[in-house]
């Protein structure tokens, strides 16, 4: 296994679906038997390994995998859970998967702001990360540990207040719960195992990341293309989002006219465009870029 990197993913669930994703994008070829917990991907020497979220960090830290895609509130509740850093190193911040572990309360409560958390109860799947939170609040409180269903807790009396991760908030109203303060903010990330690798597999992982920088610069970056008024080219350039060095050449046929090319690494929003066409810029497209390279 010295030249092959094994890869720890979540089986089943968003996560699992975003990381498969970004891996197919980055040119692996990934065909998983129903039910396997290993597969071989094509395309690079790479080797996945499907386990459940919570044993991604333990498994990337004793060196069983290479590197490991998990939510940075797994990671973070696992290192807290063992007393002490794993030692497993960041590699790349992902972005997606992104979620906020939140305190939530009874809409019809009287607990709205961390001061009234005091003597309360609060279930919570994150614990550790929970009373490290309380601590640097400075405010005594007890925790509930639950595995699931944390939502339903005030409601069954077992707790007054939950920690939760929130995505859009639409399982809390659901609950008849609010949230009122964030713990932590939280995205995918890609870790590695501390053990000292050859140069081969260092490589390896080069060649992964450079693709897998590829993809997430592609994610935030559009190509633009539209024809201006070769007066108005400077205002119309200015307005580029994130544009480095566009390309501007004459339009064929049309000495007062300029075509302009441009990689815009920033959002593109409807109010620009707008102001394009008032500058004089036609026939605009804005496409979706698949790859990035260099």
């Known amino acids: 296994m010295n030249n092959i990197l094994r890869i720890a993913?979540?089986?089943?669930?968003?996560?699992?679906?975003?990381?498969?994703?970004?891996?197919?994008?980055?040119?692996?070829?990934?065909?998983?038997?129903?039910?396997?917990?290993?597969c071989r991907a094509q395309g690079l020497p790479v080797e996945l390994l499907f386990v459940r979220d919570d044993d991604i960090p333990s498994l990337v830290a004793k060196g069983v995998c290479d590197l490991g895609i998990a939510g940075e509130n797994v990671l973070r509740e696992e290192a807290l859970e063992a007393l002490a850093e794993t030692n497993l190193q960041t590699v790349?911040?992902?972005?997606?998967?992104?979620?906020?572990?939140?305190?939530?309360?009874?809409?019809?409560?009287?607990?709205?702001?961390?001061?009234?958390?005091?003597?309360?109860?609060?279930?919570?799947?994150?614990?550790?990360?929970?009373?490290?939170?309380?601590?640097?609040?400075?405010?005594?409180?007890?925790?509930?540990?639950?595995?699931?269903?944390?939502?339903?807790?005030?409601?069954l009396g077992l707790a007054d207040v939950i920690c939760d991760l929130v995505s859009s908030g639409a399982t809390l109203a659901a609950n008849g719960l609010v949230d009122f303060a964030t713990v932590m903010q939280s995205e995918a990330l890609l870790v590695r195992s501390p053990a000292r690798w050859n140069d081969d597999k260092e490589a390896l992982l080069a060649r992964l990341l450079r693709r897998i920088d590829g993809v997430l610069a592609s994610r935030a970056t559009k190509y633009i293309m539209l024809n201006a008024p070769k007066d108005a080219i400077e205002d119309i350039t200015a307005l580029l989002p994130g544009a480095d060095a566009p390309t501007i050449m004459p339009l064929a046929g049309r000495d007062d006219q300029m075509a302009v090319h441009a990689v815009c690494r920033e959002t593109i929003f409807w109010d620009t465009l707008e102001q394009l066409e008032a500058r004089g810029a036609h026939a605009i497209l804005v496409l979706p870029i698949e790859k990035m390279m260099g």
């Open 9 to 38: 993913v979540q089986k089943k669930g968003r996560l699992a679906d975003d990381s498969i994703r970004l891996l197919k994008q980055a040119g692996l070829g990934i065909f998983r038997n129903p039910g396997a917990l290993t």
């Open 92 to 155: 790349r911040a992902l972005g997606f998967s992104r979620c906020t572990l939140k305190l939530a309360a009874p809409r019809d409560g009287g607990i709205k702001a961390i001061t009234d958390l005091a003597g309360m109860k609060i279930a919570t799947s994150y614990p550790e990360i929970l009373k490290e939170f309380l601590c640097d609040q400075d405010i005594t409180a007890e925790c509930v540990t639950l595995k699931g269903a944390v939502e339903i807790a005030p409601a």
